[in-house]
């Protein structure tokens, strides 16, 4: 019988959206647009965090892992570290992140409440409460939505990063902004009016 081992082009995934998109169930490409980051402002973030440097950034909210998987594509040298409460798309980033053999890219299953965020350099965060709140496009039906839930989660978050050194950089897309302390200071703007590059002064 014909040997029909698959091997992945990652140069061909990871050139554009429509590609990468493909190595994804139906399904998750369906909830590309609203949920999961552009590859380009994945890249372009990506670069802001890392900056070439060999560090380490947590993608509060990974859902199917996108920015993780795109941050360890073009930024080899950093760690690219997601966190996720819904354990079935931990399972496929997981399974992703091994198909295209990006060692420098991990994720887990939990709430980010319970990460130590002293492991962390630089953060991104992609609006990941805003579907508590009422009226907005939900991922699915899996899990209780509140906007105490909402509250809870950007006064956690806003701490965390209150306690961060300064320096810390933080990137944030479609954010209603709730989450950031007076600390941070926007130093740019990304190629999309939305994403904003913040650092700790
Ligand atoms: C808008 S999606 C962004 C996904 C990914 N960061 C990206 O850019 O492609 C937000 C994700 O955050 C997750 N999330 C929301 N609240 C969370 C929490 N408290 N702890 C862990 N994950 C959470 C959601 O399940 C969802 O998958």
């Excluded at 995934?13 to 493909?22: G, Q, T, V």
């Excluded at 496929?92 to 319970?114: I, P, R, W």
């Excluded at 496009?137 to 990063?161: C, G």
Aim: charged content about 20%; overall charge negative.
């Amino acid at each position: 019988m014909e040997d029909r081992l698959t091997t992945f082009n990652n140069d061909v995934i990871f050139s554009s959206d429509a590609e990468l998109n493909k190595i994804f169930p139906l399904y998750m490409q369906q909830l590309s647009r609203r949920h999961w980051t552009p590859l380009q402002i994945a890249k372009e973030s990506a670069l802001y965090l890392a900056g070439n440097e060999e560090v380490n950034i947590l993608d509060i909210g990974s859902g199917i892992g996108k920015f993780c998987l795109v941050g360890g594509y073009f930024q080899p040298q950093a760690r690219f570290c997601g966190v996720e409460q819904r354990e079935s798309l931990v399972t496929l980033a997981n399974n992703t992140k091994e198909m295209l053999g990006l060692d420098n890219v991990s994720f887990q299953h939990n709430n980010f409440t319970q990460l130590d965020f002293h492991q962390y350099d630089h953060f991104y965060f992609y609006n990941s409460f805003y579907e508590n709140l009422s009226g907005t496009d939900k991922i699915d039906d899996s899990i209780d939505y509140s906007a105490e839930l909402y509250n809870y989660y950007v006064r956690y978050l806003y701490k965390q990063l209150d306690m961060k050194p300064e320096g810390t950089r933080l990137v944030t897309f479609h954010s209603l902004e709730d989450e950031v302390p007076p600390c941070y200071h926007v130093i740019s703007s990304g190629r999309h009016e939305t994403l904003k590059f913040w650092v700790k002064i």
